[in-house]
């Protein structure tokens, strides 16, 4: 009987599901899966989690008292509701989930620790292993020396929005668990660069990935590479036998339903045979070589904007459906107030530029699939739960 690529792929990929989706991580039941501000926020306005954001909103107002205005108690429900879908999918995943530090402090290298140690903190009095949680943090050079120090204290870390090769290094001489490079985004900024199409190897974000899966397994670097934020199924069976790939609901139910041949491209046996340059790698290097990769600059850069946006949305709504729950306002106008701050060039559209966010939320919102999200395309995809009016 033929398998299929999701099957195949398994023999030798550990699959992460790259959702908030409750409902389609235990469809295609992965190993770990990740999270962050975008897909927490689309999840959240599902009518089945409502109850979550709703309990730990009152949670969080209880714990603050009547005094705290909304927007304090929505900062303090953020990180709970991280947590909250934390523990719910740690019910359902035998591995790891990621949870991620606020984009904001992605240059803070103290605050980035602080937070870090708040949220293993949270898991750890819900009765849950650090050994089963991953912190997500920016790879900035901040980023990369705060995951450095809590690598030592047995805080395992998720280095994201990874685009250059100096991250990818800087990383794996820090001792970090996990790096997440963004094979998608890469892509889209070549592909907007030259105005050419890539396929299959000439991709350059599957390009991007093969070098540091082959310059970590060459060195042998026990930090874990896994491929994110994936445009097609073609750049995923390019990088079958990395370490781990993240993947949307959508290209899952893609690859469960293609049945073909899937060969290993990705071997460490293979890698242990190139001849690799090794780099020494300190903070002047990284920032000359971050300064010479126009990529990896302005990706970084629009990737923490866009997460920072995902997470002030995020709270807007909170505050939102927090005053909603305490009878002081039906507050009807959430997607106009989510579609002002990001079409950016206020021509009454999203693009996936623009969003910056993840891409599988921009995906699910996208309904008929042109690249660019309308106001009513936000209505039905993010506004309606918490446009509801209490019964």
Request: without cysteine; proline residues 2%.
């Given at each position: 009987m033929a398998k299929t690529l999701l099957e195949q792929l398994r023999q030798f990929t550990v699959v992460v599901a790259d959702t908030g989706d409750i409902q389609a991580i235990e469809a295609f039941t992965p190993q770990d899966t990740t999270t962050n501000p975008s897909l927490i926020t689309a999840a959240a306005q599902m009518p089945p989690y409502r109850p979550i954001v709703d309990q730990t909103l009152q949670a969080a107002r209880k714990e603050l008292g009547k005094q705290a205005t909304p927007e304090?108690?929505?900062?303090?429900?953020?990180?709970?509701?991280?947590?909250?879908?934390?523990?719910?999918?740690?019910?359902?995943?035998?591995?790891?989930?990621?949870?991620e530090v606020d984009a904001r402090l992605s240059y803070d290298t103290q605050a980035t620790i602080h937070k870090a140690r708040y949220l293993i903190s949270q898991y750890e009095k819900a009765g849950i292993s650090r050994e089963r949680v991953l912190i997500k943090i920016a790879s900035t050079w901040e980023g990369i020396k705060a995951a450095e120090v809590l690598e030592k204290e047995g805080i395992h870390c998720n280095l994201t929005l990874l685009f250059g090769f100096h991250q990818a290094i800087a990383c794996a001489e820090a001792g970090v668990t996990l790096i997440s490079p963004f094979v998608g985004r890469i892509l889209d900024w070549y592909k907007k660069e030259t105005g050419k199409d890539y396929v299959g190897a000439e991709d350059p974000g599957v390009?991007?990935?093969?070098?540091?899966?082959?310059?970590?397994?060459?060195?042998?670097?026990?930090?874990?590479?896994?491929?994110?934020s994936f445009r097609n199924i073609g750049e995923i069976c390019e990088l079958a036998g990395c370490d781990l790939l993240t993947i949307s609901p959508k290209l899952l139910e893609q690859l469960q339903e293609t049945e073909a041949d899937l060969p290993r491209k990705l071997d460490p046996a293979q890698a242990a045979t190139l001849d690799i340059v090794k780099i020494a790698m300190d903070q002047a290097t990284f920032e000359k070589m971050h300064a010479e990769d126009a990529m990896a600059s302005e990706k970084l850069t629009e990737g923490i904007q866009g997460f920072t946006k995902?997470?002030?949305?995020?709270?807007?709504?909170?505050?939102?459906?927090?005053t909603q729950l305490e009878g002081?306002?039906?507050?009807?106008?959430?997607?106009?107030?989510?579609?002002?701050?990001?079409?950016?060039?206020?021509?009454?559209?999203?693009?996936?530029?623009?969003?910056?966010?993840?891409?599988?939320?921009?995906?699910?919102?996208?309904?008929?699939?042109?690249?660019?999200?309308?106001?009513?395309e936000i209505a039905v995809g993010l506004g309606a739960a918490f446009r509801l009016v209490e019964a």
């Open positions: 304090d108690v929505a900062k303090l429900a953020f990180d709970r509701l991280a947590i909250g879908f934390g523990l719910q999918i740690l019910q359902i995943v035998p591995g790891r989930v990621s949870t390009q991007s990935v093969t070098q540091i899966y082959n310059y970590y397994k060459k060195f042998g670097y026990k930090t874990e590479v896994m491929g994110a995902a997470l002030e949305l995020l709270e807007q709504l909170l505050i939102q459906r927090l002081q306002s039906t507050l009807e106008h959430a997607a106009e107030d989510i579609f002002r701050v990001y079409d950016h060039d206020g021509d009454g559209f999203i693009t996936r530029e623009e969003w910056a966010g993840t891409d599988a939320v921009f995906d699910a919102i996208d309904i008929n699939h042109d690249g660019r999200i309308s106001p009513d």
